[in-house]
């Protein structure tokens, strides 16, 4: 019966020479003087709004006299190539294109 409440008692004074003492080894040393580097801010990629074509050159691709006279599939390949030259990427599809034999439709 001595020897448990000695270890009790042992138990007790290291619980309350943890919390009044500091630690020790690494955790006992000061914290150095090296501020730390700021961390550059993280950009997300939706943060600026997408860029497209303005309306303006948007309705100038899609009304060009030049393009009347073509056949849908040839009108088609001349909006893409219009779009292609302004860096827009143009959703180019056609009847009887290599994904409709794929069996995927647009």
Do not use: N
């Given at each position: 019966?001595?020897?448990?409440?000695?270890?009790a008692l042992v138990?007790?004074?290291?619980?309350?020479l943890a919390a009044?003492?500091?630690?020790?080894?690494?955790?006992?040393?000061?914290?150095?003087?090296?501020?730390?580097?700021?961390?550059?801010?993280?950009?997300?990629?939706?943060?600026?709004?997408?860029?497209?074509?303005?309306?303006?050159?948007?309705?100038?691709?899609?009304?060009?006299?030049?393009?009347?006279?073509?056949?849908?599939?040839?009108?088609?390949?001349?909006?893409?190539?219009?779009?292609?030259?302004?860096?827009?990427?143009?959703?180019y599809r056609y009847?009887?294109?290599?994904?409709?034999?794929?069996?995927?439709?647009?």
């Amino acid at each position: 019966m001595r020897h448990s409440i000695a270890r009790a008692l042992v138990a007790c004074l290291r619980l309350i020479l943890a919390a009044m003492l500091p630690a020790t080894g690494k955790r006992r040393a000061e914290p150095s003087a090296v501020p730390a580097e700021p961390c550059a801010p993280t950009v997300a990629p939706w943060s600026k709004p997408w860029t497209g074509p303005s309306s303006a050159d948007a309705r100038a691709i899609f009304r060009a006299e030049e393009t009347m006279p073509l056949t849908p599939v040839q009108r088609e390949r001349r909006f893409a190539v219009e779009f292609a030259a302004r860096g827009v990427e143009y959703p180019y599809r056609y009847p009887d294109d290599q994904f409709s034999a794929l069996g995927r439709s647009a």
